[in-house]
């Protein structure tokens, strides 16, 4: 088992099923935007723009975390602007060696500069398009519609999800604060999305904690978690070491339901305490579906790389752990099974391989 190092987690194939397009922004992107329209930032240039954001979302509360988003969502609201960052952000993602993406945001979020949601999904496919040409065709890249869980519209973005599910949008989420906004306050539109045989994870057990994963699951029926961490919450480990799961716990194991966890987000919003402490370490000992994702690389100063290789010191993890969280975020994405297994067995398992044999 080897243990690797920063670049040998760089040039690895990763796969990411949870990252923000509107948190994921280059700083020096936001400024150029944010001047075209006079929009006021808190900061002047990109480097105190990017050190704003990071420690404005270190602020322990996911409400604080999110209001972060004013600013970034402030300079996407045209076709230009948003396809820029869109492009820009399959490049970054491309860079850092990640080979499959699933990139989600709220189209409703984006409607202020008078574009209609059909155009602001289409100015996102445009930049998706124009990143995977300019990377060569060395990723491969879906979109994840999300509804606000405090706002109305779920039914009209799911509607948009299978409006578009054979262009480029791969699924439906629902985001932002969680406690007090239950995902059953958007019952009709999973249910809408679950006769339409479509695919949705919800963000859950982030903020809040085992009732809404219940909700997420039992009630909604979500393919994957977003966040899930609080599953902990059904986990007793006993003072001999040895570890009883839950009912709730032992079913999201049981029918392999993925976990997209994203450890520097958690840290950030008060979920958890730190790298070493976060519960993606037991849950990757008792083999839940465990995926590793980045959440919001702007927010979190993150990538990838960053979030691989924080587990490879603090866990100790081999290039044979990191291939088993591609391999289960692979198995978890919302693509169809050929194409899905194509990835694994064209790319992911000859990437690791290569990897392996350098020793
Ligand atoms: O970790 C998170 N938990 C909940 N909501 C989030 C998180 N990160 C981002 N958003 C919310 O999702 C919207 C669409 O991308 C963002 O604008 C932000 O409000
Ligand atoms: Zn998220």
Redesign the pocket.
């Known amino acids: 088992m080897s243990t690797p190092n920063r670049d040998q987690v760089h040039r690895a194939p990763k796969v990411l099923l949870h990252d923000?397009?509107?948190?994921g922004l280059r700083p020096q992107t936001i400024v150029e935007l944010a001047a075209e329209i006079g929009h006021e930032l808190p900061a002047a240039d990109a480097d105190s723009l990017g050190r704003w954001f990071t420690e404005s979302a270190d602020s322990g509360s996911?409400v604080r975390y999110?209001e972060t988003?004013d600013h970034t969502?402030a300079v996407m609201q045209t076709g230009p602007s948003i396809a820029r960052v869109a492009r820009e952000c399959v490049e970054d993602l491309a860079a850092d060696g990640v080979v499959y993406a699933e990139v989600?945001?709220?189209p409703e979020?984006h409607v202020a500069g008078g574009l209609t949601l059909d155009e602001v999904v289409a100015a996102v496919q445009e930049g998706f398009d124009a990143g995977v040409a300019a990377s060569g065709g060395r990723i491969v890249v879906r979109q994840l519609l999300?509804a606000m869980r405090h706002q109305a519209r779920s039914m009209e973005i799911a509607e948009l999800a299978v409006a578009w599910r054979d262009r480029g949008v791969a699924g439906f989420d629902i985001?932002?604060a969680?406690a007090g906004y239950p995902p059953t306050r958007h019952l009709d539109a999973f249910e809408y999305l679950q006769r339409e045989n479509s695919h949705f994870t919800i963000?859950a057990g982030?903020a809040f904690g085992l009732p809404s994963i219940w909700q997420a699951i039992q009630w909604c029926g979500a393919d994957r978690l977003g966040?899930g961490v609080r599953i902990i919450d059904d986990v007793t480990v006993n003072d001999d070491g040895s570890v009883e799961l839950g009912r709730l716990a032992a079913y999201v194991r049981d029918m392999r339901i993925p976990l997209e966890m994203c450890p520097r987000?958690n840290i950030q919003t008060g979920a958890a305490e730190s790298i070493a402490e976060h519960p993606i370490g037991l849950l990757t000992k008792l083999r839940f579906r465990v995926t590793v994702n980045t959440?919001?690389r702007l927010m979190s100063g993150t990538s990838m790389t960053e979030e691989m290789f924080g587990l490879v010191e603090a866990f100790d993890y081999s290039l044979e752990d990191l291939r088993w969280f591609t391999i289960n975020a692979m198995k978890s994405a919302f693509l169809p099974f050929d194409e899905r297994l194509a990835i694994i067995d064209d790319v992911v398992k000859p990437g690791y391989a290569a990897l392996i044999a350098e020793g």
């Open positions: 923000h397009l509107d948190g996911l999110l988003f969502v989600r945001y709220a979020q999300t985001a932002g969680e963000h982030e966040h987000s959440d919001n």
